[in-house]
């Protein structure tokens, strides 16, 4: 599956931002997706994964209450929601589609990154 992430860009302290995630070739329903980011100087790290059919979320600490993830299978699209953004929000975030929604899990495709620039 091919995963294109849009939505990125540059706001203030507190603003909100929504990202996309549209995904082609096999059927998208069949994988769970989820959104990470990389900041420069710290490890990739997940912010949310969503399973297969919606049905379950996780968030990290770090955002939880601020962003949502969703995904919509008829458009093969995956989203996330940012509020109340932070400046320790700035970093590229990428989408990822794998078996299992879990931060630990492999996930095998991942988009090319879309970056996000809070500032204070």
């Known amino acids: 599956v091919q995963l294109q992430a849009y939505g990125g860009g540059l706001v203030q302290a507190g603003d909100s931002l929504g990202l996309s995630c549209a995904a082609s070739?096999?059927?998208?329903?069949?994988?769970?997706t989820g959104w990470s980011r990389q900041v420069p100087g710290k490890e990739r790290e997940f912010v949310a994964v969503?399973?297969?059919?919606?049905?379950?979320?996780t968030y990290a600490d770090s955002v939880k209450e601020r962003f949502t993830i969703a995904r919509d299978n008829a458009k093969a699209t995956v989203y996330l929601q940012m509020n109340s953004l932070k400046p320790e929000d700035t970093g590229v975030y990428y989408c990822?589609?794998?078996?299992?929604?879990?931060?630990?899990?492999?996930?095998?495709?991942w988009g090319q990154g879309t970056e996000v620039t809070v500032s204070s």
């Open positions: 990822a589609a794998g078996n299992v929604a879990t931060f630990r899990s492999v996930y095998d495709y």
């Open positions: 070739g096999r059927t998208f329903s069949r994988y769970a």
């Open positions: 969503i399973s297969q059919s919606g049905s379950s979320t």
